[in-house]
C-alpha cells in the first residue's frame, strides 16, 4: 500500500473537451487554488477528457492546453496521478511525461489519512451492465488498441464520434439501476483488496454510503462529474476528509 503524505484531492470526470471552454476554465481555477493550498497530490480517478484518441494526438491545440496545465501544476509541487477512465484509457506514457503525471493501474490501495482507501474510475464496480462490460473488455485488449491507434487521428476521431452516439441511444434504455455500481462488487473490491474506504467516480452520481463487511464498517465515496454544471473534488489532509464544492 502506497501512503500518500500531506494533503491529497481527488477528482473525476470532468470530460474536458474543446467545445466546452467553461470547463477548461473550472479546471485550471481548481489547479490554481491547489497550488495556492500547497496540495501535495491531487488523484485524476478517470474521464478528464471526454475521450482520447491516442497520444500522438497531443500537438492538438487543446490537448496541448490540459497537458499544459497539468504540467504548471506539477511544476507547482503538486504530485499528480492518473486512473484511467472509460473515455480516456488510451492516455499512455507520452501524455504522461509530458504533463509529469504518474500513470497508475485500474485499482490502486492507498493509505489516505490513516485509513487504507481504495481508488477505481468506478466502472468495474458498474457490473450489472453486461454489454457495457464486454465492451470494456474488447477495447482494453491489446489487439483492439493496437488496431486502433494504427489508424490514422481522423479515422480514429470519427470512430470515437460514432462510439460516442452509440453509447448515448444505448443509455437511453437502460435503467439506472443497472448503469449504477453494483452493491456486491464494491463489498467484494473493498474486502478483497483490506481498504474500508473507496472513492470512485464514473456513475455521476456524487453521494457517500456505509457498507458492512466481515472485516468492518467500509464507506464509499462518489464524486461529481463536471459536465452539467456541478462538481466536486475530495480532500483528504490533517482535519479529515472534506468534500469541496465545485460548481459553475
Known sequence: MTEISGTARFISDLHLRAERPDLVQRFAAFLADTAAANVDSLFILGDLFEYWIGDDDLADPFNADVCNLLRSAADMGTSLYFIAGNRDFLIGPRFAAAARMIL??????????????????????????????????????????????????AERRAEVENLRRRSAEAMQGKSAEIMDANADAIRAALSSHGCSRLIHGHTHRPGKDSYDLPSGRAERYVLSDWDTGRGDALEIGATGLRRLDLSA
Request: glycine letters at 10%.
Open 104 to 153: 497508475l493501474e485500474d485499482t490502486m490501495k492507498v493509505g489516505a489519512g490513516g485509513t487504507a482507501t481504495l481508488l477505481l474510475h468506478g466502472d468495474t464496480v458498474c457490473t450489472d451492465d453486461l454489454p457495457y462490460q464486454e465492451f470494456r473488455r474488447m477495447v482494453r485488449g491489446e489487439e483492439w488498441q493496437r488496431r486502433f491507434l494504427a489508424r490514422p487521428l
